[in-house]
Nanobody
Framework: QVQLVESGGGLVQPGGSLRLSCAASGSSFSLYVMGWYRQAPGKQRELVATIAGDGRTTYADSMKGRFTISRDNAKNTVYLQMNSLKPEDTAVYYC???????WGQGTQVTVSS
């Protein structure tokens, strides 16, 4: 059974930064596309960014330039560096793995003064 465990969420002031981590169990981590999604209260879950095993990345338009996804295949970990955070970035952030449709339990990010 694959497990994805997110960490790094918390409360941050507007303009601040956070780095989320997602540790994945299982083997052949580098073969999978890893991603981050988020869900704000009362809103649908939305894509934040994805990263392929070779490092190719995609981003939602609203995150480009502020968020950076990266991975360390030796550590089976994917990261999301979030800068210039805004109150509208407040959400639960989820890590995913494709194929397989695996999701982590989520980590709360709250941007507030």
């Amino acid at each position: 059974q694959v497990q994805l465990v997110e960490s790094g969420g918390g409360l941050v002031q507007p303009g601040g930064s956070l780095r989320l981590s997602c540790a994945a169990s299982g083997s052949s981590f580098s073969l999978y596309v890893m991603g981050w999604y988020r869900q704000a209260p009362g809103k649908q879950r939305e894509l934040v960014a994805t990263i392929a095993g070779d490092g190719r990345t995609t981003y939602a338009d609203s995150m480009k330039g502020r968020f950076t996804i990266s991975r360390d295949n030796a550590k089976n970990t994917v990261y999301l560096q979030m800068n210039s955070l805004k109150p509208e970035d407040t959400a639960v952030y989820y890590c995913t793995r494709r194929p397989g449709g695996y999701w982590g339990q989520g980590t709360q990010v709250t941007v507030s003064s």
